[in-house]
């Protein structure tokens, strides 16, 4: 059984096992390389011999354990016929949500939109570099999905109060995300991932007043569907102002904690296996501080089931050194 999975199941291991949020990405020169051949995001994450390449990349640097596979949470707007571009320096743009149109895409049509990702699932999946490893499939909460359908962009600091003003349509996309979520995180696992996680990157924009409608229930609903597929699922509501009740009523495998989360106080409240929290700024500072951080949490997790990741993406401008350094670490505490 790889490493993950055993913490997930409260077994012991020698150590921590680990992987980080965005280990695929543009602080790597040889992702930076392909990228720049490849202007077209979307495209890029939909060559499958490309992207299984680079959601390899850290794996034959690092002594990583998983894969998570490079594609975006914005390919399901994407395969629902939404319009999505990826401008340099500012993020995805969208188009307009048509509900008419995206309502009528058949699970079938769906598929073959996204066909290429599950072709990259399959060929890194049967790797010899991901023996007794995981490969990661994933997913963006309904939630957050949401955010990005109707906000067109990622909100800034608060998102506009006119999104909430057509309360029917937005319930019709919610459940329209929560359909093709489903079929998506489906077609990963037959692909061969054997480990989902949600993120709900924008979690914290919400007042708890609307956690039952808008994050609780729909994410129950994903978490309920991907145990019946018999993979684990960890969830990431980043920025959640109650991680207790969040696991309490989602019940993940694994939850991820954020980097503003207090590690000792978090322990004392979640029984579940923790993953993550290590600020990805710590990665841009000098090594001794970056070894004095990882120790604290390695040291706070040490009698509690804790997979090592970030507690949010490693940023571009980190120095891939600094990732071998942490990566080490990890792998070497006793
Ligand atoms: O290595 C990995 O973690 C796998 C690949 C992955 C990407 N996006 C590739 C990517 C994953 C898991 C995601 C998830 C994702 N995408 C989230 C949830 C996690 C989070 O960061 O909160 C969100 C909110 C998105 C939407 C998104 N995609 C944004 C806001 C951006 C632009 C900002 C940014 O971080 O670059 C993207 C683009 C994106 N997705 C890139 C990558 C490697 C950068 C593309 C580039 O090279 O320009």
Known sequence: MSPIHQTILNKKTSNPPIWIMRQAGRYLPEFRNIRKENPDFIKLCLNESLSSEITLQPLKRFKLDAAIIFSDILMIPYALDQKVEFKKNFGPILGDFDFNHSSQISEEKFFNNLKPVYNAINLVSKNELLKEKNTIGFVGAPWTLLVYTINKQSPKKNINKDFFKNDLLIKDILNLLIKFTKIHIKNQVEAGANLIQIFDSWAGLLEKSDYDKYIYNPTLELVNYVKTLKVPVICFPRGIKDYKSYCEIVKPDAVNIDYDVDPHEIKKLIK???????????????????????????????????????????????????????????KDYK
């Open 272 to 330: 579940i296996p923790i993953q993550g929290g290590l600020d990805p700024k710590m990665l841009l500072t000098d090594k001794d501080n970056l070894k004095k951080e990882v120790n604290k949490y390695l040291e706070i997790f040490k009698d509690h089931p804790y997979i090592f990741n970030l507690g949010h993406g490693v940023l571009p401008e980190t120095n891939p050194d600094m990732v071998e350094y942490l990566v080490n670490i990890v």
